[in-house]
T-cell receptor, first 115, second 111 residues
Framework: GAVVSQHPSRVICKSGTSVKIECRSLDFQATTMFWYRQFPKQSLMLMATSNEGSKATYEQGVEKDKFLINHASLTLSTLTVTSAHPEDSSFYIC???????????FGPGTRLLVL | QKEVEQDPGPLSVPEGAIVSLNCTYSNSAFQYFMWYRQYSRKGPELLMYTYSSGNKEDGRFTAQVDKSSKYISLFIRDSQPSDSATYLCAMSGQAGTALIFGKGTTLSVSS
């Protein structure tokens, strides 16, 4: 199956700092990437959808100035949590879908803890 | 009514049992149906993918889609302790669009 990686797997930061999370498709070109967040014992909540070379589309209630998404190439998307606060602590997961695929493959997730 | 309903469980079975996991949905436009397995603190792993109605089998796993009833199932035969995880159903109307997830069912298989 297709492989998607995320880096870092875990990050702890101080309140007010920014954190960048990378999502890479390792063996296919991802025309579309999705960013989700997941709180404990809850399902995945879509934050935004990004297509290579265009601006991300954010879900209602997700602040685009706080969660900056860049999909600069067909294998890399980044999510930057700006001025992170403790309530941003969560599990962030990306997924990717290629041009000839009909489903999404998920990365291993990044656990963010804001102190 | 939520778009996708899934009983969160937890579901506990003995090793070797047949497990049945189910989701119902309300949007008749859904065409792509997936089952993901998620271990604690890990990303979801694609288990089964079905387009439109029908059955699909892969080893111990069988996925069924009944579009007329808006009902999908995942069967696990000869369940193993390593199958203990949360199982998420997901669906979409078009390729390249966001998936709509169920809440996930937590399964525990005891040896």
């Amino acid at each position: 199956g297709a492989v998607v990686s995320q880096h870092p797997s875990r990050v702890i930061c101080k309140s007010g700092t920014s954190v960048k999370i990378e999502c890479r498709s390792l063996d296919f070109q991802a025309t579309t990437m999705f960013w989700y967040r997941q709180f404990p014992k809850q399902s995945l909540m879509l934050m935004a959808t990004s297509n290579e070379g265009s601006k991300a589309t954010y879900e209602q209630g997700v602040e685009k100035d706080k969660f900056l998404i860049n999909h600069a190439s067909l294998t890399l998307s980044t999510l930057t949590v700006t001025s992170a606060h403790p309530e941003d602590s969560s599990f962030y997961i990306c997924s990717a879908e290629g041009r000839y695929q009909e489903t999404q493959y998920f990365g291993p997730g990044t656990r963010l803890l804001v102190l | 009514q939520k778009e996708v309903e899934q009983d969160p469980g937890p579901l506990s079975v003995p090793e070797g049992a047949i497990v049945s996991l189910n989701c119902t949905y309300s949007n008749s436009a859904f065409q792509y149906f997936m089952w993901y397995r998620q271990y604690s603190r890990k990303g979801p792993e694609l288990l089964m993918y079905t387009y439109s109605s029908g059955n699909k089998e892969d080893g111990r796993f069988t996925a069924q889609v009944d579009k007329s009833s808006k009902y999908i199932s995942l069967f696990i035969r000869d369940s193993q302790p390593s199958d203990s995880a949360t199982y998420l159903c997901a669906m979409s109307g078009q390729a390249g669009t966001a998936l709509i997830f169920g809440k996930g069912t937590t399964l525990s298989v005891s040896s």
